[in-house]
């Protein structure tokens, strides 16, 4: 087909193919995230799932987004609270430990007010800076 033959109706319907291929796409991608996201389903389910997807795939999605669909929301919203709470506790523990300034400056008090002798500052020192 040459391309002078290609009109607005072509590239039109072309755009929408393009379109649809990417939205199945995302649908698979979709049920298949959710299929190794759930932890209560057995290995063999999990593989039959697949397996029918990938030589059934219209039918296959449809069924799975029919039977399964209620518990999609579930297991992302589970999966997004169990990643903050990871995050708030990384957040957490990376502020609770002190940086090396503070810990210089803690021992420089330490030193003025007399609690460690000039000998151990210096060793506490070379510990904290190596």
Do not use: C, N
């Not at 059934?56 to 999966?79: D, H, K, N, W």
């Amino acid at each position: 087909m040459p391309i002078a033959a290609f009109e607005l109706g072509d590239a039109l319907l072309t755009t929408l193919a393009i379109f649809f291929f990417v939205v199945w796409i995302w649908i698979l991608i979709t049920i298949l995230m959710d299929l190794f996201r759930d932890h209560e389903m057995s290995g063999w389910g999990k593989a039959a799932w697949v397996f029918f997807l990938i030589f059934f795939p219209f039918i296959t999605a449809l069924v799975y987004l029919i039977v399964r669909g209620s518990g999609m929301r579930q297991r992302a919203v589970a999966e997004q609270v169990e990643a903050k709470k990871q995050f708030d506790q990384y957040v957490q523990q990376t502020a609770a430990s002190a940086s090396p300034v503070d810990e210089l400056k803690k021992l420089d008090e330490m030193k003025k007010s007399g609690s460690i002798s000039d000998e151990d500052y210096e060793k506490l020192k070379a510990k904290i800076v190596s």
